[in-house]
């Protein structure tokens, strides 16, 4: 499958005339709880030449791809993400995070990392993952059963927005092993028997979710949304100009 990702990453780069700068895994498989028939989900960022920059009319910043069972391919252009990394975009905090890194142009995460304080806002942060939890409660938490995916993904959401909700000045990890250290101790048991079943169920198996799984995830979404408004932002110097800088640099390089 490694194989098949670089490939299907170098496959793009000559069909649209473009450069992955990074490239990385943003699923379960970097969360940490992955079926094993789970999809790959790869993204990456990526820049096209720098005359491609240079007209009236901006294009597209964005490539997506038909799912297939396997692999999950989407990507955003670098002016697009250095754009949302400005602005607090939780998905891209994650993606330059991943533990799974396919590919990387020399440099390219380290030189973003001092810039992540600067463009991370506890309030964007929370809502975003309010927003994933409040599926999880309102929708597939309403039955008997529910899928174990969606379970996990309700869990995880529910322990980034506490992360937040109690450590406003940074953003939550990605991976699920360092966020389920703010799971209550009564509820690590049957944490771990999700996780040991996760790893051997396919994606569509379904489970009776333990009412006191059930009980933490309706509080942690009744509780981030008691203080989403009211978060403290902490005030950074605007990343701006260090991240135009990099821009340029990067188009530069790709001359």
């Not at 597209?60 to 993400?81: I, Y």
């Given at each position: 499958m490694l194989a098949r990702i670089h490939a299907a990453l170098t496959a793009l780069e000559a069909r649209h005339h473009i450069r992955i700068l990074y490239a990385c895994e943003s699923g379960s498989r970097a969360w940490g709880f992955p079926s094993p028939?789970?999809?790959?989900?790869?993204?990456?960022?990526?820049?096209?030449?720098?005359?491609?920059?240079?007209?009236?009319?901006?294009?597209?910043?964005?490539?997506?791809?038909?799912?297939?069972?396997?692999?999950?391919?989407?990507?955003?252009?670098?002016?697009?993400?250095?754009?949302?990394?400005?602005?607090?975009?939780?998905?891209?905090?994650?993606?330059?995070?991943?533990?799974?890194?396919?590919?990387e142009a020399p440099g390219f995460r380290a030189q973003l990392a001092p810039w992540l304080p600067a463009g991370w806002n506890p309030r964007a942060g929370l809502h975003h993952y309010l927003g994933q939890l409040r599926r999880g409660v309102e929708e597939d938490?309403?039955?008997?059963?529910?899928?174990?995916?969606?379970?996990?993904?309700?869990?995880?959401?529910?322990?980034?927005?506490?992360?937040?909700?109690?450590?406003?000045?940074?953003?939550?990890?990605?991976?699920?092993?360092?966020?389920?250290?703010?799971?209550?101790?009564?509820?690590?048991?049957?944490?771990d028997e999700l996780l040991a079943h996760k790893a051997t169920a396919d994606e569509k198996t379904t489970v009776a979710p333990p009412a006191a799984l059930a009980a933490f995830l309706q509080a942690e979404y009744e509780a981030g949304q008691a203080v989403r408004a009211i978060l403290p932002v902490?005030?950074?110097?605007?990343?701006?100009?260090?991240?135009?800088?990099?821009?340029?640099?990067?188009?530069?390089?790709a001359l």
């Open positions: 028939d789970s999809d790959y989900d790869v993204r990456f960022i990526y820049s096209h030449a720098a005359d491609w920059y240079l007209t009236l009319d901006e294009g597209a910043d964005t490539l997506n791809f038909p799912v297939d069972a396997e692999l999950d391919l989407a990507g955003w252009e670098l002016r697009k993400a250095l754009k949302l990394l400005r602005g607090s975009n939780a998905a891209l905090f994650e993606w330059l995070q991943s533990p799974v890194v396919y590919s938490l309403v039955g008997e059963q529910v899928r174990l995916k969606r379970l996990f993904y309700a869990l995880r959401s529910a322990l980034a927005a506490r992360w937040i909700r109690t450590r406003p000045e940074e953003g939550p990890p990605m991976e699920f092993g360092v966020l389920r250290e703010l799971l209550p101790p009564e509820l690590h048991g049957a944490a902490p005030r950074h110097p605007d990343p701006t100009p260090a991240l135009n800088a990099l821009l340029r640099a990067w188009l530069a390089a």
